[in-house]
Every structure is written in structure tokens, then in C-alpha cells.
């Protein structure tokens, strides 16, 4: 144990002893240095109550492993590998901006100190990378050069220092946790999107560059996608529920998404400088903004990758850890020209919808690049997990080669009918696409994604709102999830009534904007019918009309009996027969294929179709188009 001791007092006083090595002093008497890190460029600390605590390296010796050992004033500052009896310097500053697309020389001076076997290394990596590469500087005249390849100075700038050694003496300039920095200053050819816009789909796109005065949509889009033409591009943000479209779109800052569509593979960019951290959270960098209330378009500010699972966010200066639910709907919705989708990775230039549940919130993107994770298809995204007392149906609505899937309709224990957390927020209706969500019972604001109801032994009724639109298919799927003594009927604003299978799939007349889906017990269902069934018999005008091949023809019956549908050409003549035999009360739709009798394919022309139901007895007239 004496000897332990002795060893530690013998390198304390080597450490007092050593000379000062011609580098920066550290005169704070309360500066610290943590296990591992480097004191720039060598120099003497003068601070009395200077402490080292714990695997520090200690010179030449090797490591300390006491976790209570301390050094105190007259530390030597390179204290990473060898003290140097040398000094270097580097005239650079802290920050330099530089212009992009230029090969730029640097230089570290040797001002004492010499050696044949003098040599430099220097560190570097681009913005975001989390390890640093290396490349051998040459020697010339009492310096030490190296010159960065204007390939390197890009988008994403640079951090970098040195290594300066001589023999077995070595000191740094700089250091991984404090670096010097380049930051580009690019032309708009030199930051430009670097891949092509997805032909004539639409994407939520953003702008990773840096600007010094303000730069309105203009400014950035015009030169790039051409002349207004809204056949070719189409370009505007979103704020309120509103799209406000180009010219008068919000300006463009790092971090705001914008709607954009484009023929011909159109790439954008804009002059300006590359990005860098404007906040910190303990020894982490970030890109700090501040968000609205409600849904937000926003896009990832940064020129690389970023995960959504690292993404930071705080209300009133304090940053919790995760994505809280009081804060925000744990999903970044992400689309792919079709549909949403849930976002894992952000990557550059593009953009999501969140949901911010309270005012005066601010994100964090991390000053670190991630990998590429392909979003989560929404179709296939649970908020709980299935079980014999927990169970949902899926509706999706389909219309313009565009889908509005991952809505879902269930009961879980634990849940309840107000908004909670198997509650999510349907995101905002995307540019010519359909849209289908849940309203809750308590009036709570939404609409919602998902509608997940307390348990239930007879059943439940979900209100769903369908915007209006044409050609819209209406989809149900997962009627397997629910009890067998359960079933399922979709009654719509029309006062329509479908009893659910399987797999449903509806086509919605234009007028449709609203419905109800009602899931329980036969006596449930009974107990609703007041409100489902028509007060009276009808026969509706087909759809649609004109039609090629198929059409879809629509009737109620107020009360069960022998129901015949007939179809007739111009002439009188039968066609064919859709229907001949007892159906129950309710409304009711039959497709005709366009085929007569004999499976042929009818001819262009005027028909008729004709219903009897008990004393009840109409004919109507549609026309088929080839």
C-alpha cells in the first residue's frame, strides 16, 4: 500500500515539474477535462484546483483506474499521448466560411522545435459523421501542409484538426470534441437536390441550406422547375388546414416542408451555406425550431439522414426524454405519392406531418447522421396488440391511383371513448387524394385516425367522415378480429345499409360524406334498426352513368320479400335477369357487367332497368358507352 502511494505522489511531481510546452494556458480554476479528452495545444495549467479524476492518461505511465486520483495546478496541457517540446500553430479561425467547388491550402507553422522526422496528420469529417477520417499532410520549410479537395467542401461543410508530431514528441491543434469548422458557402447549381423529383407524385419536400436574407419560394423555386405552369409543377404550404400554393407560400427556412409535384424530373436547390447545430443538449448538438400548434409541415433541416427515434423534443426549455404523448402523437407521417406512411428515418430534403398537442413546443434534430430505415406502412400499424378481448377492422378509401389506409376501429381494455393514447390524429387530406376518418362520440377535436373504444359484451357504433370526392372505393378488412357471436353493418349518409363479410369493397356515390360503422351482437344491431332501414321502397339512378363496362344499380326495401331486376334494351326486349328471389329489408346494390343473358357483351346504347318488390314498381333508363 506505501508503495501505491509513493508511485502516485512520484507522478504528481512529474507532472509539476514539467515545463510549459509554448501552447494555450488554462487559467480557469474551475475548468475540467474529461476522461480522455485533449487540452489544445500543450501549454501549462496555473489552476490550484485543477482535478483529473479517473482513467486519464498519465504521462508516459498509462492510465489512471482510481476513481478518486487527482492532479493538482501545473498540469501539462497535451496531456493525450506525449508532451511535445515543440510549438506549431495554426492561423486558421474557429470558423471559416469558404466558397464551395474551390481546392482550399492550409498550413501549420513548426515556430520551434525541429526534426527530419516531422510529420502531420489531418483529421476530418463532414457535417453530421460521427467518426473522423484521416490524411497524411506534407512537410515543407518549418510548416506542415495539407490542402482540402473541393470535393470535400460541400453541403454539408467540415470539422477537422491536427496532429503535429516530431520523434516521439506530439501535441494537437484542436481536438474531436472541439474542432475547427468550414462551413460551404454554395451557389444554387452547387446545392441542389440530389435526386430527381418522382415523376408527376406528390412528396413533402424541404431545403437544407442555410440563407443570410430572407428567400421567398420565388427566390428558390422558379429558376429550377420553370415557368408557372401548374401541368407541370405544383408547389405550396401547409398552415391551418390550408394549402396556400406558389407565389404565396410561406418563405423558405430550414426545417418548413412544402407539397410539391413535378413532370420531368425536376431538381431544386438555392444558393446559401451549410447547416450547423444551433443548440445543445448535454454533449450533443442539435438543430433546435420552434412549431405551431395542431398539425405541422416540416421538414428535415439538416443535409443528412436524420432518425425520427432521435429527434428531441421540449415545451418551456425543458427537453423530456422519448416523444411524449401531452407533446405530440408518437408518428411522423411521411408520404410516398399514395399514401401515408410512418416515418422512422427523415432523410434530406424531405419531409412529414407531426401532430403538436400543445403550444410553445420546440424540435431538436440531432447534429448526427443516421441510417435509412424504410417508413412503416400505417396498413399494417397496430396501436395495441390483438387478443381475444382487444380487436379492430381496418377502412381504407381509394380514389385517383391514391389511398388513405391505416384507420382503425376496435376495442382494447384500458381504453377509453374520449381521446387517449390509441387515439391518433388523422393527418391532413394530401393533394388529390381521398380521405376517411373516425369522429368521437365526445366530440373531442380530431378527426382520428384510430378509434379505440372501452370493451364491450353487445357492441359500439363509430361515426366516420368520408371528404367528398369521385370515384371512391370504400375498403373494410379484418372482420375475422372480431367475437363470432358479433357482426358488422356500414350504414351511409345516403341511408344505404351494408351487412359486413369478410373483405368489403364499396363504391361510394359522389354525395357521400358520412357514415356509420356498428359492430355488435344480433340483439344490438336489432335494437339500431330503426335507424338503418328505409321508411319505403326506391330504386336509385345507377352509377356510373354513362358506363363501361360495369355499372352498379341500388334499391331499398323497406320489409323482406320477392324482389325481381330486370334489364331491357330500347326495343323492349330483356336483356338479362340480376335478381329473382327473396331478399331481407334493407338497401341493397347489384352490378350489372355489361353482359346479356348468354355472358355476350351488350352493345353501346340506351337500357332500362326495371324493379318489382311487392306492389312497388319503377324502371329507369342509363346509358352504356364503349
Request: proline share 7%; no cysteine.
Amino acid at each position: 500500500m506505501q508503495l501505491k502511494y509513493l508511485i502516485i505522489l512520484l507522478l504528481a511531481a512529474a507532472f509539476w515539474l514539467l515545463p510549459s510546452t509554448g501552447g494555450a494556458q488554462i487559467s480557469s480554476a474551475s475548468y475540467g477535462i474529461r476522461a480522455g479528452e485533449v487540452v489544445n495545444g500543450g501549454g501549462q495549467s496555473s489552476s490550484t484546483s485543477y482535478y483529473l479524476g479517473g482513467s486519464v492518461p498519465i504521462l508516459p505511465a498509462g492510465i489512471s483506474t482510481s476513481t478518486g486520483y487527482a492532479i493538482k495546478g501545473g498540469v501539462t496541457g497535451a496531456i493525450y499521448g506525449t508532451t511535445a517540446a515543440f510549438n506549431a500553430t495554426y492561423s486558421g479561425d474557429a470558423t471559416i466560411t469558404l466558397p464551395a467547388g474551390n481546392d482550399y491550402a492550409m498550413q501549420v507553422l513548426i515556430t520551434s522545435g525541429s526534426g527530419a522526422d516531422t510529420s502531420g496528420t489531418f483529421y476530418y469529417r463532414l457535417g453530421g459523421q460521427s467518426s473522423y477520417g484521416t490524411a497524411a499532410m506534407t512537410k515543407g520549410a518549418g510548416q506542415l501542409n495539407y490542402t482540402v479537395p473541393a470535393a470535400q467542401l460541400g453541403l454539408r461543410g467540415m470539422e477537422y484538426y491536427f496532429k503535429i508530431k516530431i520523434g516521439a514528441d506530439s501535441l494537437y491543434i484542436g481536438s474531436s470534441a472541439n474542432p475547427y469548422v468550414f462551413i460551404s458557402n454554395l451557389t444554387d447549381d452547387q446545392a441542389q437536390r440530389p435526386a430527381a423529383m418522382p415523376e408527376a407524385s406528390y412528396r413533402i419536400i424541404g431545403v437544407p441550406i442555410g440563407f443570410s436574407v430572407r428567400q421567398t419560394v420565388v427566390n428558390v423555386f422558379l429558376d429550377d422547375l420553370g415557368a408557372v405552369d401548374k401541368k407541370q409543377w405544383r408547389l405550396g404550404s401547409y398552415t391551418n388546414d390550408t394549402i396556400t400554393e406558389y407565389p404565396d407560400a410561406a418563405d423558405v427556412t430550414p426545417g418548413r416542408g412544402y407539397w410539391l409535384i413535378a413532370r420531368g424530373g425536376r431538381r431544386y436547390g438555392a444558393a446559401g451555406f451549410s447547416m450547423r447545430p444551433n443548440a445543445s443538449i448535454g454533449p450533443d448538438s442539435y438543430y433546435r425550431i420552434s412549431l405551431d400548434t395542431g398539425w405541422v409541415q416540416i421538414a428535415n433541416p439538416l443535409p443528412f439522414n436524420v432518425a425520427w427515434a432521435d429527434i428531441r423534443f421540449d415545451t418551456a426549455g425543458v427537453v423530456a426524454p422519448g416523444h411524449p404523448a401531452a407533446v405530440l402523437n408518437d408518428v411522423a407521417y411521411s408520404y410516398n405519392g399514395s399514401s401515408y406512411a410512418s416515418a422512422t428515418t427523415i432523410p434530406s430534403w424531405e419531409g412529414v406531418f407531426i401532430h403538436i398537442n400543445r403550444p410553445g413546443v420546440r424540435i431538436y434534430f440531432p447534429y448526427s447522421e443516421s441510417g435509412t430505415i424504410a417508413p412503416r406502412l400505417l396498413a399494417e400499424q397496430m396501436p395495441f396488440k390483438e387478443s381475444p378481448s382487444s380487436w379492430s377492422v381496418q377502412l381504407s378509401v381509394e380514389a385517383n391511383g391514391r389511398i388513405d389506409d391505416g384507420n382503425f376501429a376496435g376495442i382494447a381494455p384500458g381504453a377509453s371513448s374520449a381521446v387517449d393514447e390509441y387515439d391518433y390524429y388523422e393527418p391532413p387530406q394530401a393533394p388529390e387524394a381521398p380521405s376517411l376518418a373516425f369522429l368521437l362520440p365526445e366530440g373531442d377535436k380530431g378527426p382520428f385516425r384510430t378509434d379505440i373504444r372501452p370493451v364491450t359484451s353487445d357492441g359500439d357504433i363509430w361515426n366516420i367522415r368520408i371528404l367528398p370526392g369521385s370515384g371512391r372505393v370504400l375498403k373494410i378488412s379484418g372482420l375475422k378480429n372480431i367475437p363470432p357471436d358479433m357482426a358488422g353493418l356500414l350504414h351511409l349518409s345516403d341511408g344505404s345499409v351494408y351487412k359486413l363479410t369478410q373483405d368489403n369493397s364499396i363504391n361510394l356515390p359522389d354525395n357521400i360524406t358520412s357514415g356509420r360503422l356498428l359492430i355488435g351482437t344480433e340483439k344490438f344491431l336489432n335494437n339500431q334498426g330503426q335507424s338503418i332501414l328505409p321508411l319505403s321502397y326506391a330504386l336509385y339512378q345507377n352509377y356510373p352513368n354513362p358506363f363501361n363496362p360495369v355499372t352498379n344499380i341500388k334499391f331499398a326495401l323497406p320489409q323482406s320479400g320477392t324482389v325481381r331486376l330486370e334489364i331491357f334494351n330500347i326495343l323492349g326486349q330483356k336483356v338479362r335477369t340480376l335478381v329473382n328471389g327473396e331478399l331481407p329489408a334493407g338497401f341493397h346494390t347489384v352490378a350489372w357487367d355489361g353482359k346479356d343473358a348468354g355472358g355476350n357483351e351488350a352493345a353501346t346504347g340506351i337500357y332500362f332497368y326495371r324493379l318489382n318488390a311487392g306492389d312497388f314498381r319503377e324502371i329507369k333508363k342509363m346509358l352504356m358507352l364503349k
